[in-house]
């Protein structure tokens, strides 16, 4: 089987020297022919999620999420702490997929890149609750910590330049993207069976 694994990217901070973001934007070049990046860039564009606007015809940015999502093979999120939770942006883009069925059923992980002494544990336990939620599946050895100290970023290409944590977080996605190769191949074992 020769298909690539369409992959999106998902920083959780607008915030333009956030590590997060830098985690998002280094893996969308490390991973060569293992996988499709896409990094969403969107978040800032969601207008307040109401349930009353969704509904057809949806907001344009709503429908560009949902679209990017519906198109992934798996969906890797990098989101900051913010209060002891998810920050608002976040939790709103979270929100918009609810309401859809593009995330269902669809493997997801994430990095936890705080170097912070807590390490943003309530921003990943309510990502886990509010992924449960969308019908999201997580694939548990993709949900993991690396911290990603501000040192370890470049400030002109906002991408992770230390060897260790570009390793560290390269795995992670690799991680999430074997476990969607390997349904492909339980899925055509399944299918030649029939």
Known sequence: MN???NLV?????LREGSTNTAVVRTLAGLLGDRARP?????????????????????????????????EADAVLFCTPEYAGGLPGSFKNLLDWT????????????????????????GAHRALRA??????????????????????????????????????????VAYALVGHVVAGWGALTTGEAAE
């Not at 990217?9 to 901070?13: A, K, M, R």
Request: some cysteine.
């Open 98 to 121: 609810v309401g859809g069925t593009e995330i269902v059923d669809k493997p997801v992980g994430w990095i936890n890149a705080s170097s912070s002494a807590t390490g943003a544990e």
């Open 130 to 171: 509010v992924l449960g939620y969308t019908g999201a599946r997580l694939v548990e050895e993709a949900c993991t910590r690396v911290p990603v100290p501000r040192t370890a970023v470049d400030a002109a290409t906002g991408t992770v330049t230390d060897p260790e944590v570009r390793e560290a977080i390269a795995e």
């Open 3 to 5: 298909r690539t694994a």
């Open 38 to 70: 896409l990094e969403y860039r969107g978040m800032a564009a969601l207008p307040h999620f109401n349930p009353d606007d969704d509904v057809e015809p949806l907001p344009a940015e709503v429908a560009r999420l949902r679209q990017v999502v519906a």
């Open 9 to 13: 990217l998902i920083s959780g901070s």
